[in-house]
């Protein structure tokens, strides 16, 4: 009798609720349930974004030919280490992030997407922004460039397969007030040499090198000041300063047309994203400042060549 009773209830129960479910909802209740739905996708698309794979599209033409601006790219996020959610996706709105150990470090000759980490001049990005570039020297080489040629710890690293680059056009004289770090007699095409900071560095600090190494300390997040003689870290007299993190050096193969290390420094491992995996869909844009073409412009340029095209 007990069990038959209980059957009876439970069938009541599931009747109640069956007719309250077809019960058309209130603007209340369905705009809530949307909100949660909505979120819900959010949150998964954040998730998938931070550990597996993400979506890139090329702004602009520093890495051609090997990607063109307007390229999307289907990005490997896993190889250099999952992370939570850097930003919200449609807002671009950075967040505080963890990323966990990837399953190696970028190397020569990778193509990353990164973390911009800001002018040369600025100890953070005024805003926050994804860069694509070639990694040329890893944490602990020494590169060196002459006329063009790339040398890294005295071994020419050749030009990528697809990359633009006019060897005949050097730029001699006229640049320096532009490269990095800060005071360097450097030109885009006549570098170095200058080693690629790696973990545990020990760099002599003078007077004579200080405004080079100054904005490369503050960005680790240290204080560091001059009286013209002597150095100070954090208020601490000093002749040494540790590094605290390995870097790596990126190029455009768009090499003439190519804001990168050679004028904004160094790309903190900790910044690097991802290893970008192919194009999966291809359309021209304008370069920033430029009206961009109409959605009926774009439909009538797609690129359908380069559709599927493997990133190298």
């Given at each position: 009798m007990a069990e038959q009773n209980y059957l009876e209830r439970w069938k009541e129960r599931k009747a109640?609720?069956?007719k309250k479910r077809q019960q058309p909802q209130t603007f209340g209740e369905t705009l809530i349930s949307w909100v949660k739905t909505f979120f819900g996708a959010l949150l998964i698309v954040m998730i998938i974004n931070g550990v597996a794979v993400a979506s890139f599209?090329?702004?602009?033409?520093?890495?051609?030919?090997?990607v063109m601006a307007g390229d999307f790219l289907?990005?490997?996020?896993?190889?250099?280490?999952?992370?939570?959610p850097q930003i919200v996706p449609f807002i671009n709105m950075p967040l505080p992030f963890f990323?966990?150990?990837?399953?190696?470090?970028?190397?020569?000759?990778?193509?990353?997407?990164?973390?911009?980490?800001?002018?040369?001049?600025?100890?953070?990005?005024?805003?926050?922004?994804?860069?694509?570039?070639?990694?040329?020297a890893a944490a602990g080489d020494e590169l060196k460039i002459?006329?063009?040629?790339?040398y890294?710890?005295?071994?020419?690293?050749?030009?990528?397969?697809?990359?633009?680059?006019?060897?005949?056009?050097?730029?001699?004289?006229?640049?320096?007030?532009?490269?990095?770090?800060?005071?360097?007699?450097?030109?885009?095409?006549?570098?170095?040499?200058?080693?690629?900071?790696?973990?545990?560095?020990?760099?002599?600090?003078?007077?004579?090198?200080?405004?080079?190494?100054?904005?490369?300390?503050?960005?680790e997040g240290h204080q560091v000041g001059t009286d013209g003689t002597n150095i100070l870290v954090d208020g601490k007299l000093t002749g040494t300063y540790i590094v605290e993190?390995?870097?790596?050096?990126?190029?455009?193969?768009?090499?003439?047309?190519?804001?990168d290390s050679r004028f904004w420094g160094f790309i903190p491992y900790d910044n690097v994203v991802g290893k970008p995996i192919m194009v999966y869909w291809s359309w021209p844009v304008r370069e920033p400042g430029v009206e961009d073409y109409s959605i009926i412009e774009k439909l009538g340029m797609v690129r359908w060549g380069r559709i599927g095209n493997l990133i190298d």
């Open positions: 109640i609720a069956e599209v090329v702004p602009t033409g520093s890495m051609e030919n090997t289907f990005v490997n996020k896993f190889i250099f280490g999952p992370s939570t990323k966990a150990p990837g399953l190696r470090d970028p190397q020569q000759g990778d193509v990353i997407v990164f973390i911009y980490p800001g002018n040369k001049n600025e100890v953070e990005a005024s805003r926050f922004e994804y860069y694509l570039k070639r990694c040329v002459v006329n063009k040629r790339v890294v710890n005295g071994k020419e690293y050749a030009v990528p397969e697809h990359a633009n680059v006019d060897m005949n056009r050097i730029a001699m004289e006229g640049s320096y007030s532009q490269m990095f770090p800060e005071g360097a007699p450097y030109t885009p095409d006549n570098y170095g040499p200058i080693r690629v900071p790696k973990k545990g560095d020990k760099i002599a600090l003078s007077a004579e090198n200080y405004e080079q190494w100054a904005m490369f300390i503050r960005r993190r390995d870097y790596c050096f990126g190029m455009g193969d768009n090499r003439d047309n190519s804001a």
